[in-house]
């Protein structure tokens, strides 16, 4: 489905990453794990069409994203929920699902995919004349994940989805992701929170400063002593 092939970047004179690989199988979801400034987000902006790669190649069924804007990628099927959540605080929940579903083949069906994301999310069904900004921090992530649905996504593109909630809600978030996994939606997970996003993986890359440091199967890679010394302080 994704095919990224030795991609290099940076900003300015300053380099980012350096000779990236990586693939996102169809049905699959894929962890991409590392510590802050290790380069994730920099890796889903080029995904994007935020920022073009230096060198290396992104392609998309095998169509060469480098050459698609970034507003065609989400008609694509690439469906991004930045970090952050990037929803709407000033307009209805309902409206921010409603902006999700703005291409031809979405807003035919919109009240289709609605209904499938209530299902999901009764508690966006219960809030949606209320504003989004009002929301708590897990309903507003599931809001961002609503939304993302409403493009009837093939790649579900996810920023930090732990980023500044409980843990008992991060719990919740992530159930969430794996009721969406069932289903065969293909994910892209970014998360500092290694053993959630390993757990829910079916394969993971380890980024460190750039480069990709592992990769494996997630299970393996839980087991990994290296992984497990770096990020879980355990020997």
Do not use: C
């Amino acid at each position: 489905m994704l095919k990224i092939a030795g991609v290099s970047t940076g900003y300015g004179d300053l380099r980012v990453l350096f000779d990236i690989d990586l693939e996102v199988n169809e049905g699959e979801v894929v962890a991409l794990v590392g510590s802050n400034g290790a380069g994730k987000t920099t890796l889903l902006r080029i995904i994007s069409g935020e920022l073009l790669p230096t060198s290396g190649t992104v392609t998309w069924f095998d169509q060469d994203l480098t050459k698609i804007p970034a507003f065609k990628r989400a008609e694509l099927g690439i469906s991004h929920i930045p970090q952050g959540r990037g929803i709407l605080t000033t307009l209805s929940v309902e409206d921010n699902l409603n902006l999700g579903s703005y291409t031809k083949r979405t807003k035919a069906k919109r009240q289709e995919l609605k209904d499938k994301v209530f299902e999901t999310f009764p508690i966006l069904k219960d809030r949606r004349r209320l504003l989004a900004g009002t929301l708590s921090g897990g309903q507003q992530q599931m809001l961002a994940i609503g939304r993302a649905m409403m493009m009837e996504p093939q790649l579900l593109i996810l920023d930090e989805p732990s980023l500044g909630l409980a843990p008992i809600v991060v719990d919740e978030m992530f159930q969430i992701l794996t009721n969406l996994k069932a289903t065969g939606t293909s994910m892209l997970i970014i998360e500092q929170n290694l053993v959630k996003a390993l757990t829910i993986a079916d394969r993971g890359y380890v980024l460190e400063t750039g480069h990709v440091a592992m990769t494996g199967d997630s299970k393996d890679l839980l087991r990994n002593p290296e992984v497990r010394k770096a990020y879980l302080g355990v020997e």
